[in-house]
């Protein structure tokens, strides 16, 4: 990234290597500032007339830029009335001008980057602690601008994230790839984020459309980025090494994978990569494609540029999907649902694994089950909450996760489990009433990446009308249901009503169902051999959210299951 500021409606990323104030003098006649005033005054042309012509006063936008700075910086310095400029004329306008352009830049999503060399921890302290002084930086201006011409001290002071809702570190490094990804090899690097908690986003889109389709074309010969404009977040999905590379217009998606998945370390991007996706690639395709390349035994995915995959979904399950396939690869059968360890306090201990499509109440039914075990539970260890595996070892399943993080809507959970982890969190769209979602940490990456027995394996079942935990008769009929993959719609995604989806996985298993087939049968046979409860659990969550009676009684006799013997 050459520029010190990037602004593209609204999101804004620094490049503090490129341009840092380390004091409000700085700032004040930095061009990063200067831009920004800019572009602030062309915002106010088209929102706000009576404040634009307040500001131009007859003059051009850049005339009145360089106007407005100065009153700044002699603000700065002067008592307001040692200082002589026609905006001091009416000093409630310019209060307001000063406040409205604060809760302009607060609009933005705001992001930093700093390139760092080595990654030692001297220079990941000093990125965490240049953010924090650029926010403390902000704050300063501002009030000091405000106070001055108030002509008092202000009374309440609210330390808001007024800098940056997040920053990156980054770099260069030397990686694992072939001569056919070298457009990919200068791209720099994510080694470290910092997260402003809790951070709220506002991603323009709130549900995922389309399907995510697989190619014989590889999409790197059609990659259009370069190191200026894209960042890779290398990271671990299960097992799997990933690289993910995006375009800088959906840094927030990528910051987010911050509480997702695992970061890799600098030693680990080293080695070549089990998958690859290329996220906002200006092809002009308007497409989710993802490909196998035999010669380098990596899956690529490509996601196309375009303003709705802001929807953090599309990042995700991309990524998922890759996974996915990879794992069926290795025999591996993924697993679209929820996984848990549940200890009580008497000390028993069983592994929970429940099965369904977006929206059918996996991650809804544990948290229902915490609340009915309250009193009895000592420890919830989360093995995945969207998305695992089943593999056997010596003929006895096991199952592994994938993320370190839940993706949740917050319809579906009870009102005060959101603000449980709420210092960790990012909420995208809350105030919404349509798919509003929260970003959570859920386990550390050495409890996903590690083998877990199955006591209980369930299909989440939420469109009938039956109640409780329902044990399937016989295998035949727990793989019709799984297969058949039936569930309601809830508005994750462009479908409504009653739907039908592959296994209720759409993420590598519906496309590659000649490879799903077998590892299904091997798996639930050996679910069955093992003596693993196999059923359905009646969550009703597609028949009302208000009404949590269903729900509630299928996490009792859940819990009731768990303390058997």
């Known amino acids: 990234m050459k520029e010190t500021l990037y602004l593209n409606k609204e999101l804004a990323i620094l490049n503090y290597s490129a341009g840092y104030a380390r004091n409000p003098e700085q700032l004040l006649k930095s061009s990063t500032f200067s831009n920004y005033v800019h572009n602030y005054i062309d915002y106010l042309k088209e929102a706000d007339e009576d404040l634009y012509y307040y500001v131009i006063n007859g003059k051009t936008a ?139 986003l506002h991603p323009k889109s709130n549900k995922r459309t389309g399907m995510f389709t697989e190619t014989e074309n590889n999409p790197i010969h059609e990659f259009s980025g370069d190191k200026d404009t894209w960042f890779c977040y290398p990271c671990k999905i299960g097992s799997l090494l990933a690289f993910v590379y995006f375009h800088r217009d959906f840094i927030s998606s990528a910051v987010s994978l911050g509480n997702l998945f695992e970061l890799a370390t600098v030693d680990e991007c080293r080695k070549k990569p089990d998958l690859i996706c290329l996220f906002g690639n200006e092809d002009g395709k308007d497409q989710t494609t993802f490909h196998y390349d035999k010669e380098e035994d990596i899956w690529i995915g490509c996601v196309s540029y375009n303003e709705r995959i802001e929807y953090f979904g599309y990042l995700k399950k991309m990524s998922l999907t890759l996974h ?153 009929d727990a793989k019709a249901t799984c297969v058949e993959g039936k569930r309601m719609a809830k508005g994750t995604t462009q479908e409504v009503g009653i739907s039908t989806t592959y296994f209720a996985n759409p993420f590598g298993p519906m496309q590659q169902q000649e490879v799903c087939d077998p590892l299904i049968d091997k798996m639930f046979k050996a679910l069955r051999d093992n003596g693993v409860f196999v059923g359905e659990i009646y969550t009703h969550l597609g028949l009302s959210k208000e009404n949590r009676d269903g729900i509630n009684l299928a996490a009792k006799q859940l819990l009731e299951f768990i303390e058997k013997d």
């Open 62 to 200: 850049r005339e009145s830029t360089v106007e407005l700075i100065k009153l700044f910086r002699m603000l700065r310095i002067f008592k307001i009335d040692e200082i002589e400029s026609p905006y001091l004329h009416d000093k409630g306008r310019l209060l307001e001008l000063i406040e409205e352009m604060y809760n302009f830049w607060k609009r933005h999503q705001r992001f930093s980057v700093i390139h760092s060399g080595n990654g030692n921890a001297l220079q990941d302290l000093s990125f965490v602690q240049a953010d924090s002084n650029f926010n403390n930086l902000i704050l300063a201006v501002y009030r000091s601008l405000e106070e001055e011409i108030m002509g008092r001290k202000n009374r309440v002071y609210r330390q808001m994230q007024a800098g940056t809702n997040a920053a990156i570190s980054v770099q260069n490094l030397n990686v694992k790839l072939s001569d056919t990804y070298a457009a990919l090899k200068d791209i720099p690097f994510i080694t470290s984020v910092m997260l402003r908690t809790p951070m709220i």
């Open 324 to 476: 996915n396939v990879r794992k069926m690869q290795h025999g591996w059968l993924p697993i679209h649902g929820a996984f848990v360890n549940i200890t009580l306090k008497n000390g028993k201990r069983k592994g929970i694994m429940l099965m369904g499509d977006s929206g059918a109440g996996k991650s809804e039914s544990i948290e229902a089950l915490k609340i009915a075990g309250k009193d009895v539970i000592k420890d919830i260890e989360v093995v995945f909450d969207d998305m695992g595996t089943i593999h056997l070892e010596d003929g006895i399943p096991y199952g592994q996760g994938t993320e370190i993080g839940a993706f949740i809507r917050l319809d579906d959970l009870d009102p005060g489990t959101p603000y449980r982890d709420m210092d960790r969190s990012i909420f995208m769209n809350p105030e919404s009433s349509n798919n509003a979602r929260v970003i959570t940490p859920a386990a550390p990456y050495e409890i996903v990446a590690m083998n877990h027995r199955i006591d209980l394996f369930a299909y989440a079942n939420n469109y009938d009308d039956k109640l409780g935990l329902h044990r399937f008769d016989n295998i035949e």
